[in-house]
């Protein structure tokens, strides 16, 4: 069973704040994702990797950055923390393509709230 | 890029009704559509997915139905249980790209 971990659950941080969010997958996998979820918003993809070291922008890039060092581990990092990144945040990896896309292995998410 | 919409944002049923939620989309490349229930403080989890060869596919109450053509895809859910009461979400995925863009997602409650 494909394990999806996020390091915290929740998370209370002040505007300025340095903030990582840290992502661990244990199935070898090479692709993961960051979303955010907000109301009304559904799921918006912040950043995604498709290897180690590697790294491409999503919809909504713009205040946040990423690391991947390892290939279990993808971490989002918010430069400094503003009130509207207070969120729901979501870590998913799919198994790796072969005949198509798959499902998305979603972690439990981290209620970010910047004050 | 791919814009997903979903409709109705809340859907209200009686315990044993059905629920119909409909999502489109604007890429005529996607080719693969998964749909996921989270329930409250849960994780998104997959519950039915189809591809673009498929025109339909069922699995017990849940149903998923894609019109390629008219670029837009829904969800069935028979014999609504009050367990079926969650947030649900839409997706159309490009292969190429394993890019997910989700609808904006279903508040279903289905009401004893």
């Known amino acids: 069973d494909v394990k999806v971990t996020q390091s915290s659950r929740y998370l209370v941080k002040r505007t300025g704040e340095k903030v990582f969010l840290e992502c661990v997958q244990d199935?070898?996998?090479?692709?993961m994702f960051w979303y955010r979820q907000d109301p009304g918003l559904g799921l918006r993809l912040i950043y995604f990797s498709y290897d180690v070291k590697m790294k491409e922008k999503g919809d909504i890039p713009e205040g946040y950055s990423v690391s991947r060092e390892k290939k279990e581990r993808f971490s989002l990092i918010l430069e400094s923390a503003s009130t509207n990144q207070t969120s729901m945040y979501l870590c998913?990896?799919?198994?790796?393509?072969?005949?198509?896309?798959?499902?998305?292995?979603f972690g439990p998410g981290t209620r970010l709230t910047v004050l | 890029g791919e814009n997903v919409e979903q409709h109705p944002s809340t859907l209200s049923v009686q315990e044993g009704d059905s629920a119909v939620i409909k999502c489109t989309y604007s890429d005529s490349a996607s080719n693969y559509f998964p749909w996921y229930k989270q329930e409250l403080g849960k994780r998104p989890q997959l519950i039915i997915d189809?591809?673009?060869?498929?025109g339909e596919k069922k699995d017990q109450r849940i149903a998923v139905t894609l019109n390629k053509t008219a670029k837009h895809f829904s969800l069935h859910i028979t014999e609504t249980q009050p367990e079926d009461s969650a947030v649900y979400f839409c997706a159309a995925v490009v292969s190429y790209g394993q890019n997910f863009v989700f609808g904006p997602g279903t508040r279903l409650s289905v009401l004893p």
């Open positions: 998913a990896s799919p198994p790796s393509v072969g005949s198509g896309p798959n499902e998305q292995f």
């Open positions: 199935m070898d996998h090479e692709n």
């Open positions: 189809i591809r673009s060869n498929v």
